[in-house]
C-alpha cells in the first residue's frame, strides 16, 4: 500500500491541533468533524487528514513539516 501524503491545507488543519504525536493529532480531530458538517469543503479535508492519519506511522508523522504551519503571532505584528 501506497503511503499517504498530505497536501499544504491537510498539513495546516493538522497544525491547528495539538501535534506532539500521530495519535494525539487524531484524537484532536476527531470532535472537528461534527462542527464541519455544515461545509461539505471543510469536513471532507478533515476526513481526509484523520483518513490518512491512520494510514501513516508514527515516524512518519513526526517527519512531517509541521513547524511551517503553525500560527506565529509574531509574523502578524
Known amino acids: 500500500m501506497k503511503k499517504p ?3 499544504e491545507n491537510e ?3 493538522i497544525a491547528m ?3 506532539r504525536n500521530r495519535k494525539t493529532a ?3 480531530l476527531r470532535p472537528v468533524n461534527k462542527y464541519t458538517k455544515g461545509d ?3 469536513n471532507a479535508l478533515v476526513e ?3 483518513y490518512k492519519l491512520w494510514r501513516i506511522s508514527d515516524e512518519d508523522f513526526t ?3 509541521l513547524s511551517a504551519y503553525l ?3 509574531e509574523a502578524e505584528e
Do not use: M, P, W
Open 26 to 28: 487524531i484524537r484532536d
Open 17 to 19: 491541533y495539538d501535534t
Open 71 to 73: 500560527y506565529d503571532e
Open 40 to 42: 461539505e469543503e471543510i
Open 5 to 7: 501524503t498530505f497536501d
Open 63 to 65: 517527519a512531517l513539516n
Open 48 to 50: 481526509s487528514c484523520l
Open 11 to 13: 498539513l495546516r488543519i
